[in-house]
């Protein structure tokens, strides 16, 4: 039998849960939106760095896309959207990491790859949440690993951790 105390507190956090989700504000996957907001855009990001796989923007835009279908309600729009995502590659650059000396010679144990994107976000309901923020991230891989032999698997996790990054400050506010 289950004492008075134990139903009361069941029945309260069944409530509290019921409310929570189905008032569109707050999900236990964390995204926080406006229950006015249906509807976000999300524009091609140009590679202006110049450097990286020939499809390099259409891996990231796809992320985008794919990550907020994915993890919110919103719909994805291509343009006039209640949220605005547009953005830029500014970064696609592998460098020499974790120098040490032999000799004479200075050689790389690592190269370290930086992908970068800007990012301009604006929430046509609430403007104090627009924001215009370069995001960063790195990942570390052998000397042997250049520019032109990076694995696409690797491109596609530093975006997803990019788009990752991006989703946190636009929609689950963290």
Do not use: H
Not at 21 to 47: L, M
Not at 87 to 100: C, D, E, K, R, S
Not at 138 to 145: G, H, I, L
Not at 149 to 156: D, K
């Amino acid at each position: 039998m289950i004492s008075r105390t134990k139903s009361l507190t069941l029945c309260l956090t069944a409530l509290v849960f019921v409310c929570c989700t189905a008032c569109g504000i707050y999900s236990f996957s964390g995204v926080n939106v406006d229950p006015s907001i249906r509807t976000i855009s999300i524009q091609t990001f140009e590679n202006s760095a110049g450097e990286g796989p020939s499809n390099l923007t259409q891996i990231v835009t796809n992320n985008f896309k794919n990550y907020y279908q994915r993890n919110t309600n919103l719909t994805v729009l291509q343009r006039d959207g209640d949220l605005q995502l547009e953005g830029q590659i500014v970064t696609f650059t592998l460098t020499p990491n974790a120098v040490v000396r032999e000799g004479n010679i200075d050689q790389a144990t690592l190269n370290r790859l930086t992908l970068g994107i800007q990012i301009r976000y604006t929430n046509t309901v609430d403007p104090e949440q627009d924001f215009d923020q370069q995001f960063t991230i790195t990942e570390e891989f052998p000397p042997t690993v250049d520019i032109t032999s990076i694995p696409p698997a690797a491109i596609e996790r530093m975006t997803e951790r990019l788009v990752a990054d991006v989703f946190n400050k636009t929609v689950a506010n963290w």
